[in-house]
T-cell receptor, first 112, second 114 residues
C-alpha cells in the first residue's frame, strides 16, 4: 500500500537553511503537499507542487520534486524561531479524489 | 468567517461510552473529511464526504460512523469508545473533492478513552 516516510527530527540554528525530506510510493500522485502544524493547532497548508514540476519557489520556501526517486523536499531559507513546528508531506491517493495520505511528520527545532 | 470549527477541544470518555465530535465549516465547501493523528503515524483518513448525503470510508473507518445531512456539518460518532481510539481528531474541508483542492483544517479535538 501507499506509504510516505519522513525523518522524525531536524535541528537548525536561526538564520540557517532547513531541508526537510520526504519519500513517497505512489508514482501516480499528481499533487504533493507540505503542511505545517504548530503546537496545539491544526494543519496549515504551506505549499504544494504538481507532479509535472521539478521545483516551486514561494518566498522563503523551495519545493524540489524528484519523480524518478519519488523524493520530495522542502527548503526553508533563513529559518526563524517561528518556523519551529511539525512539517508533514502528503500525497493524493485513491485515484481522482482529494484523499490525502500523510507522512509521519518532521519536528523542526530552530535554535536561537 | 470562522473556517473549520471543531467542538469540543478536549474530551475524556470511559470505555464503552458514546460520543459525537462536531465539525462545522462556513465556507460552503463540498468536501469534508475526518483524520486521526497518533504519535509517529502522521494523520490517517477515517471517513470523508464529497457532498451532502454522500459519505465513504477512508483508511481506518472501524469504530466510527459519519453522516452528512447538510453541507456545513460533518459529525463523527464513536458508538462504543475503546482505548485504541485515544487520539487527536482533525476535521478538514475543501471546495470540492477534486484533486489538488487545498484542504482547510480545524484545530482538533483531543480525545482520551480511559
Amino acid at each position: 500500500g501507499e506509504d510516505v516516510e519522513q525523518s522524525l527530527f531536524l535541528s537548525v540554528r536561526e538564520g540557517d537553511s532547513s531541508v526537510i525530506n520526504c519519500t513517497y510510493t505512489d508514482s501516480s500522485s499528481t499533487y504533493l503537499y507540505w503542511y505545517k502544524q504548530e503546537p496545539g493547532a491544526g494543519l496549515q497548508l504551506l505549499t504544494y507542487i504538481f507532479s509535472n514540476m521539478d521545483m516551486k519557489q514561494d518566498q522563503r520556501l523551495t519545493v524540489l520534486l524528484n519523480k524518478k526517486d519519488k523524493h520530495l523536499s522542502l527548503r526553508i531559507a533563513d529559518t526563524q524561531t517561528g518556523d519551529s513546528a511539525i512539517y508533514f508531506c502528503a500525497e493524493i491517493y485513491g485515484g481522482a479524489t482529494n484523499k490525502l495520505i500523510f507522512g509521519t511528520g518532521t519536528l523542526l527545532a530552530v535554535q536561537p | 468567517n470562522a473556517g473549520v470549527t471543531q467542538t469540543p477541544k478536549f474530551q475524556v470518555l470511559k470505555t464503552g461510552q458514546s460520543m459525537t465530535l462536531q465539525c462545522a465549516q462556513d465556507m460552503n465547501h463540498e468536501y469534508m473529511s475526518w483524520y486521526r493523528q497518533d504519535p509517529g503515524m502522521g494523520l490517517r483518513l477515517i471517513h470523508y464526504s464529497v457532498g451532502a448525503g454522500i459519505t465513504d470510508q477512508g483508511e481506518v473507518p472501524n469504530g466510527y460512523n459519519v453522516s452528512r445531512s447538510t453541507t456545513e456539518d460533518f459529525p463523527l460518532r464513536l458508538l462504543s469508545a475503546a482505548p485504541s481510539q485515544t487520539s487527536v481528531y482533525f476535521c478538514a474541508s475543501s471546495y470540492s473533492g477534486g484533486m489538488g483542492q487545498p484542504q482547510h483544517f480545524g484545530d482538533g479535538t483531543r480525545l482520551s478513552i480511559l
